[in-house]
């Protein structure tokens, strides 16, 4: 089970595993549904654990929140980000447009969802997301959220995917007050993504072995 196989993988490798599953999924299904219910526990075992993320990917800024792109798909069917919160920053309302899933790999971080009501935006409640938890999202209903480091004194850090190269959509941010619309497209703060393919200590370790291998049958 690939789930397991994220678990059991060594450092980088996870990543990986997680996004060669990531890709098998959407190539066989579009299925909203699907998608999120099956990504859904892949992405759990991947912020099951937090020995992964290069230092670069989760590093903070001092003014604002930093949004990391990890993987995007060549077909653009999904990315992967790691959201970097700085102690006590936040989003504005904003929508996304396309499925999501987010698991939270460090800290905390607390949502509070909104819908449109009479031509003004509404709260609808908020929750927490605590390390290791993982929530999903859509457009079919309703994505408009506002979120925020959890703590005051101390980076968080989640891990998103989304079905679509999300830094390049056209999403929209609200005025709280008025429900003013503006549209932003969000890129993303890194030019360097990491490099998940040099498995060549594994494959070393390979060699090592099978050279003892055949020395022994040797002797
Ligand atoms: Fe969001």
């Known amino acids: 089970m690939t789930a397991s196989r994220i678990a059991e ?18 190539g066989r ?9 099956e990504g ?8 099951a654990r937090d020995d992964w993320l290069p230092a670069a990917a989760a590093t903070p800024d001092s003014q604002h929140y930093q949004q990391h792109l990890l993987h995007c798909d060549p077909l653009e069917r999904f ?8 102690p006590g920053q936040a989003t504005p309302i904003h929508d996304h447009g396309v499925w999501g899933l987010v698991g939270m790999l460090r800290g905390a971080e607390s949502c509070r969802n909104y819908v449109w009501h009479e031509g003004s935006l509404a709260p609808v409640g908020s929750h927490l997301l605590r390390a290791g938890q993982v929530l999903s999202l859509s457009p079919r209903h309703g994505d408009l959220h506002a979120v925020a480091n959890a703590h005051s004194d101390r980076t968080s850090i989640s891990v998103h995917v989304y079905g679509a190269n999300i830094g390049a959509v056209a999403r929209s941010v609200f005025d709280p007050a008025t429900g003013a619309r503006k549209p932003f497209v969000s890129g993303y703060a890194n ?29």
């Open 40 to 47: 859904k526990p892949l992405l759990a075992a991947l912020v």
């Open 79 to 86: 990315s992967v980000v790691s959201f970097v919160w700085g």
């Open 9 to 26: 993988a060594e450092g980088t490798d996870c990543l990986r595993i997680f996004l060669a599953a990531m890709t098998e999924l959407v």
């Open 29 to 37: 299904t579009e299925d909203e549904d699907c998608l999120l219910r």
């Open 191 to 219: 030019s360097d993504i990491p490099n998940i393919w040099d498995r060549s200590e594994a494959v070393r370790r390979g060699l090592t072995n099978a050279t003892a291998v055949t020395r022994s049958l040797g002797d």
